[in-house]
């Protein structure tokens, strides 16, 4: 008898499978669907193709949102499996962005205080373990020399604040509205205690970056936030 390789042998041990699943009723197909409710990953509800009605089944890879096409094993009768993404590229799990309503307004504060109004904005986080990235677009201004600003944000149910981007002084502009804008990504390893998952009141922050100088808004200003959870 010939030799056979491991891969042969691979081979014939998952054909042997099959065989004896089939023969004992219980087969499994690999079928695409559209998810539905993704939030529990043990109650994803999602629509397969070529059907109309969502069904439940189980996420091997934790929650999943709405709309995202995903690979399904159908194993009767233990039920439904979810256990991959249809596409490779990140996909976020959750996203809310606004343009915030903003209140005139000053502060010499050097530490984080609510910005005038406040802004605030209402956001779900689907799991403990994920990141948020945080976008920030805004304006301001100063009648007096030497008025740095940092803007950030708090969430409640989470501890401290979390500046986002700042603007060094606005020597060179004095009385007029001055953009800032920038990014942050929040890692649950790196921010004390976490930001769990749930509904969070995320409120705009401020303070004054150093030097002297009053800064300013009115309702001229803008404040555009938007924030993106990522796996």
Not at 38 to 52: C, E, F, K, W
């Amino acid at each position: 008898m010939s030799e056979q390789t491991a891969p042969e042998l691979i081979g014939i041990g998952i054909q042997t499978t099959v065989d004896q699943a089939q023969r004992l009723g219980l087969t499994w197909v690999n079928r695409q669907a559209t998810v539905t409710d993704g939030a529990d990953p043990s109650a994803i509800m999602a629509t397969l193709d070529g059907d109309n009605t969502p069904i439940g089944m189980t996420s091997m890879i934790g929650a999943i949102p709405v709309g995202t096409r995903v690979y399904v094993f159908i194993v009767p009768p233990a039920g439904n499996f979810i256990v991959g993404l249809v596409t490779t590229a990140p996909v976020a799990l959750n996203m809310a962005c606004a343009s915030l309503s903003l209140s005139a307004g000053t502060t010499t504060s050097i530490t984080f205080v609510d910005m005038p109004g406040p802004p605030t904005l209402s956001f779900t986080k689907m799991t403990d373990a994920s990141r948020l990235r945080v976008d920030l677009t805004g304006t301001f201004f100063s009648a007096t020399a030497s008025a740095g600003l940092r803007a950030g944000i708090s969430f409640s149910g989470a501890s401290g604040d979390f500046e986002i981007t700042g603007l060094g002084n606005t020597n060179t502009s004095l009385g007029n509205h001055v953009a800032y804008a920038g990014h942050v990504i929040l890692d649950p390893a790196s921010v004390s205690g976490g930001i769990p998952a749930g509904t969070h009141t995320v409120t705009g922050r401020w303070r004054r970056n150093a030097g002297t100088g009053t800064l300013t808004l009115d309702t001229a200003d803008i404040w555009h936030l938007c924030i993106t959870e990522i796996p």
